[in-house]
């Protein structure tokens, strides 16, 4: 077998996540084979050396991935289609995914305004909206209308759903191992709620260091899980993974990586204990060192694992 792989593992967990959301829509008995789909994607996330396993026909050695999954995973590698994916994707209009994220439309909608609007994205959803065009349309009216563009106009940093800790670390996995995986990324960290292992967070907040922190955010959003995205300032983002995590990344230069992890992880309580620790000390935060320890034994107090930065 000599052929030049057409999907990485990213490339190839993004197109498992989409047969599983399809088959999710489908509905019935589909919903279970969602499930083997989505494992499968999480599984082949994890492999370090994807092609020896393709190529000595060793993918069923991968946890709950049978002959089935395997054949897909091995279709996606070699070819960068699978047969699955392209029978859903004919079942369903255009964008059905991403549309489908939008509270408040079914299937039959989705399909009714690209069958009658051409819709194929929340852009052009949001359009026809504005153009008051969707209200045309039997059974949505302005008021549906309304609150579809209320919805869709949401910020994307406010569009949370908790998650739980086994999602969020496995999430925050996959962005960590593409991040690192940067020209330029020198350290790359989790922070937040998941780092002080709360049982579910809102985000997956993830602290990186780099010289050019716009051109790591650049790269990073070309991630082929991510649905959607949002700048937060030139040096963070807020992205929506496929699996539902919402995921904030903040670039900072080398010198603020270590202040920069100790303010996003702790809890609105530990923090307002540093800075007063700070102010009575008359430093400044961001002038303190560049190990999180070493800021702790410059504050004078002992130091606190991230678990334990709750108040």
């Not at 153009?131 to 209308?145: I, M, N, S, Y």
């Not at 670390?169 to 989790?190: M, N, P, R, Y």
């Given at each position: 077998m000599s052929e030049k792989p057409q999907l990485d593992r990213f490339g190839i967990a993004a197109a498992l996540q989409e047969i599983a959301q399809l088959m999710e829509l489908k509905g019935g008995q589909y919903r279970f084979k969602a499930k083997a789909y989505n494992a499968g994607a999480r599984a082949i996330q994890g492999v370090a050396n994807l092609d020896q396993l393709v190529r000595d026909d060793r993918l069923t050695t991968l946890p709950r991935i049978g002959d089935a999954l395997a054949s897909q995973i091995k279709q996606l590698y070699l070819t960068g289609e699978s047969s699955v994916l392209s029978g859903l994707r004919k079942e369903f209009p255009k964008g059905i995914v991403e549309l489908s994220a939008v509270p408040g439309l079914s299937v039959e909608k989705i399909r009714q305004l690209h069958e009658a609007?051409?819709?194929?994205?929340?852009?052009?959803?949001?359009?026809?909206?504005?153009?008051?065009?969707?209200?045309?349309?039997?059974?949505?009216?302005?008021?549906?209308?309304?609150?579809?563009?209320?919805?869709?106009?949401?910020?994307?940093?406010?569009?949370?759903?908790?998650?739980?800790?086994?999602?969020?670390?496995?999430?925050?996995?996959?962005?960590?191992?593409?991040?690192?995986?940067?020209?330029?990324?020198?350290?790359?960290?989790?922070?937040?709620?998941?780092?002080?292992?709360?049982?579910?967070?809102?985000?997956?907040?993830?602290?990186?260091?780099?010289?050019?922190?716009?051109?790591?955010?650049?790269?990073?959003?070309?991630?082929?899980?991510?649905?959607?995205?949002?700048?937060?300032?030139?040096?963070?983002?807020?992205?929506?993974?496929?699996?539902?995590?919402?995921?904030?990344?903040t670039v900072v230069p080398p010198k603020e990586f270590a202040v920069t992890l100790l303010v996003k992880t702790g809890s609105e309580a530990h923090l307002r204990r540093l800075h007063e620790h700070a102010e009575r000390k008359k430093l400044s935060l961001a002038s303190l060192p560049r190990t999180e320890r070493q800021i702790y034994k410059q504050l004078r107090m002992d130091y606190k694992p991230s678990e334990l930065r709750e108040d």
């Open positions: 609007l051409g819709i194929t994205s929340v852009a052009e959803l949001k359009a026809a909206a504005e153009a008051g065009e969707v209200r045309k349309l039997k059974g949505f009216g302005p008021k549906t209308e309304q609150r579809l563009l209320e919805q869709i106009s949401k910020p994307v940093e406010k569009q949370k759903r908790r998650l739980h800790l086994h999602h969020a670390w496995s999430t925050a996995e996959q962005a960590l191992d593409v991040l690192k995986s940067i020209d330029g990324v020198l350290d790359a960290s989790v922070a937040g709620s998941l780092r002080r292992w709360e049982e579910t967070v809102e985000a997956v907040d993830l602290v990186v260091s780099a010289n050019n922190p716009p051109a790591v955010i650049e790269q990073f959003l070309r991630f082929p899980l991510i649905l959607s995205s949002q700048m937060d300032g030139p040096n963070s983002c807020f992205a929506h993974f496929a699996d539902g995590a919402l995921v904030t990344v």
